[in-house]
């Protein structure tokens, strides 16, 4: 069974930093693409990040370019957001989700965790 | 980027009723458009992929249809359960990969 575990969140102060994870069993996250999505209080799902290939490619969106940073490691088969310069709008639940891709090369996620929480308070 | 829009916000049915939902892309996305349920507290839960393809183990009253750049997902016979915020979501151009804003469904 696939299973996708978040940890890290909790309290920084802006201008802070915090890396958060996702441990992964049943699946190996380098066998897709890794997603970072979140979602800040009463607002929606935001895509933020995701890391892709052989040659672990990475992509962001404009909110976090800069910023943020993901990564994953083969031994632990954990996926990493490396989160600085943090800002009050950086305040969310973040859930890793891992990347399907169909028959016709279309992808969507399939797996998703149940997210950690992130606030950004002084 | 690709807009999504996604409407009504909100509603209100009752069990039983048929109840569809509708995303609109800024421009063509084919039929790369998924839809996900998340209910509060929980991982989100893909329902339907390519469009119109149902994930596995996803009850039969969920349907998605549409191509181009609108789409519409359907639930035949609201059942309580259902209650939760509905996304979709566009992989055609991505970066970035955008969602629409949700849809609130609330069981009368």
């Known amino acids: 069974e696939v299973q996708l575990l978040e940890s890290g969140g909790g309290l920084v102060q802006p201008g802070g930093s915090l890396r958060v994870s996702c441990e992964a069993s049943g699946f190996s996250v380098f066998s897709s693409a890794m997603n970072w999505v979140r979602q800040a209080p009463g607002k929606g799902l935001e895509w933020v990040s995701n890391?892709?290939?052989?040659?672990?490619?990475?992509y962001y969106a404009d909110s976090v370019r800069g910023r943020f940073t993901i990564s994953r490691d083969r031994s632990k088969n954990t996926l990493y957001l490396q989160m600085n310069n943090l800002r009050a709008e950086d305040t969310a639940v973040y859930y890793c989700a891992s990347t399907a891709v169909a028959d016709t090369n279309h992808e969507y996620f399939q797996h998703w965790g149940q997210g950690t929480l992130v606030t950004v308070s002084s | 980027d690709i807009q999504m829009t996604q409407s009504p916000s909100s509603l209100s049915a009752s069990v039983g009723d048929r109840v569809t939902i509708t995303c609109r892309a800024s421009q063509t996305i084919y039929n790369y458009l998924n839809w996900y349920q998340h209910k509060p507290g929980k991982a989100p839960k893909l329902l339907i992929y390519?469009?119109?393809s149902l994930q596995s183990g996803v009850p039969s009253r969920f349907s998605g249809s549409g191509s181009g750049a609108e789409f519409s997902l359907t639930i035949s016979s609201l059942q309580p359960e259902d209650s939760a915020t509905y996304y979709c979501?566009?992989?055609?151009?991505?970066?970035?990969?955008?969602f629409g804003r949700g849809t609130r469904l609330e069981i009368k």
């Open positions: 890391i892709r290939g052989t040659g672990d490619n990475t």
């Open positions: 390519v469009a119109s």
């Open positions: 979501q566009q992989t055609y151009s991505a970066p970035p990969i955008t």
